[in-house]
């Protein structure tokens, strides 16, 4: 048995290492304000003249307003258990306990264990999809108008936008659908806080007429993990009933630490934010402009995609890079990075790779990622004989069947029928990024056949995963991150779920979401 290692040692060890995070929290362990270099010194509780977060009259009342102020909002409110709790709170307060919400396919987990918790029918937008690099696109307005139409006991609309991958919807075409048939519209903007904070970004959905708002401020902003804001935006959604589920679904006992990181982190943007987003997205700018170079890899970029898959706009913050046309996957892409550069990233998809950027990032880091993709780049010239490519060969050679003949389905979609013609529902984009966008229904392919609640709570049996085709799930499964699910509880599972998540299982992904950590059984209804 080796030696016992304890989480705080753990940490200060692996801070004292030359690993730079391509990931959250967007602080990238750069800014820390004098007050709070010693947090135990000023963690408190509710004790006098410090207000009290679930009845906020005092600084707590004050701290939240500037927030607000500074955001544009009509009102925002401290999340201490993260957007999660935000997205709890926004999905409760804007429907009835039975009530029905339409909610893009592609939400975060935390809007299916909403719909869970409120017992909620689920109707849902599907965003075109990329079957060649495997991102989602946007969600398409008049899907919007077209659902609304079809079903009249709709309580609220929710989307993601962007998303994990930087996509923007247009979300003032959709607002503007909901509000036509008197439903307000909630968007998780989890990774879009920074979004106000520089017109090198695309525009807040607090701008376009969204009536709920969530931000993660520790995504992609200098504040701790776990902080996120919660902004009201309209009267079409009541404060008090927001007020209400926040005190169920966040802690009793917020952390005094937290809060006074956001108000740090929002002070700072508010005194210093426009500087500092100028000198962050110049650095951004000429990384992304070199790293244009690469031959293999490739650099996704706004003027390839805007404009297909209705994708509105693209946040550039995200550092998307596909392997695509690579003999490598996202997944042997991050390995490289990681083991041979220190580079952590944010996450690996099936065909790409994601560096989560902030205004904290240094020339350095920035320089360390281009020095590493080109090198890279270089090694997979030709017909992919270098070590790097040699060793992602052996693992995909491990794949077999029909496992193996999905994991090139994609790439082989981005050629034949998808390139024939646009009239089929597909689109092509242009450049060297090969996007194909079609239907996320297809993709996803799974028959909804009862509601999220019915399946979690109905009586169960625990069956082999491998022989689980055809019968309704009542468990999810999605890769985290982001934590989309792919397969949701009262969905029937088909032979393309089950395909894809023997794909994810062989790249060495990491697939959650269901209760056997093996990936070897399932839960479903009994029949």
Not at 34 to 45: G, R
Not at 230 to 235: D, F, G, M, V, Y
Not at 442 to 449: D, H, N, R, T
Not at 455 to 474: C, F, K, M, N, T
């Amino acid at each position: 048995m080796g030696e016992e290692m304890w989480l705080d040692e753990a940490l200060y060890k692996y801070s004292g290492k030359d690993y730079y995070p391509f990931h959250m929290p967007g602080h990238k362990r750069e800014f820390c304000p004098e007050t709070l270099k010693n947090p135990y010194k000023v963690d408190i509780t509710e004790i006098d003249g410090f207000d009290n977060l679930h009845h906020a009259e005092g600084i707590l009342l004050e701290s939240q307003r500037r927030a607000a102020s500074l955001y544009g909002a009509f009102e925002s409110w401290y999340l201490v258990n993260g957007s999660t709790a935000g997205i709890l709170s926004a999905v409760s307060a804007c429907t009835s306990r039975g009530g029905e919400i339409l909610m893009a396919r592609n939400c975060h987990k935390a809007a299916y264990h909403a719909a869970y918790l409120r017992g909620l029918k689920t109707n849902y937008l599907f965003p075109q999809a990329d079957r060649a690099v495997g991102l989602n696109g946007g969600i398409s307005p008049e899907d919007v108008t077209d659902m609304l139409e079809k079903h009249s006991g709709i309580q609220a609309v929710l989307i993601t936008s962007p998303t994990y991958d930087g996509v923007v919807s247009d979300v003032k075409k959709i607002a503007e659908a909901a509000h036509a048939y008197h439903v307000p519209l909630i968007v998780d903007e989890a990774h879009g806080a920074h979004f106000p904070f520089s017109g090198a970004f695309p525009v807040s959905a607090l701008a376009c007429g969204a009536d709920v708002v969530i931000h993660s401020l520790h995504k992609t902003l200098p504040s701790l993990t776990q902080t996120a804001l919660l902004h009201r935006n309209s009267e079409r959604v009541s404060a008090d009933k927001l007020r209400r589920f926040l005190g169920i679904f966040q802690s009793s006992s917020p952390s005094y630490l937290f809060m006074a990181g956001m108000d740090a982190c929002l002070r700072l943007m508010q005194g210093e934010g426009r500087m500092l987003f100028d000198a962050y997205t110049k650095r951004l700018g000429c990384c992304r402009e070199r790293l244009a170079g690469l031959k293999n890899l490739h650099l996704l970029r706004k003027g390839e995609i805007t404009g297909l898959g209705f994708v509105y706009d693209l946040d550039e913050s995200k550092m998307v890079v596909s392997t695509a046309n690579t003999s490598i996957d996202g997944a042997k892409l991050h390995e490289i990075l990681l083991e041979r550069y220190h580079l952590q990233m944010e996450m690996a998809a099936s065909r790409y790779v994601i560096a989560l950027t902030s205004v904290m990032d240094t020339e350095k880091g920035f320089a360390r990622l281009e020095q590493a993709l080109l090198e890279i780049d270089r090694e997979l010239e030709g017909a992919g004989g270098t070590e790097a490519c040699q060793c992602l060969k052996s693992s995909k050679e491990s794949a077999s069947g029909e496992a193996r003949k999905s994991l090139e389905s994609g790439r082989e979609s981005a050629s034949g029928e998808a390139r024939k013609s646009l009239g089929s529902g597909r689109e092509s984009a242009p450049g060297r990024a090969g996007l194909y966008f079609e239907n996320m229904r297809g993709y996803i392919s799974g028959e909804a056949c009862t509601a999220i609640a019915e399946a979690v709570e109905g009586v169960q049996e625990e069956i082999d995963l491998e022989g689980s085709e055809g019968r309704i799930s009542s468990e999810y499964a999605y890769l985290y991150p982001p934590g989309i699910p792919f397969l949701v509880p009262g969905e029937r599972i088909s032979s393309h779920i089950l395909d894809q998540l023997r794909i994810w299982k062989q790249q060495g992904l990491d697939i959650q979401g269901l209760s056997d950590y093996t990936l070897k059984k399932i839960h479903v209804l009994k029949r």
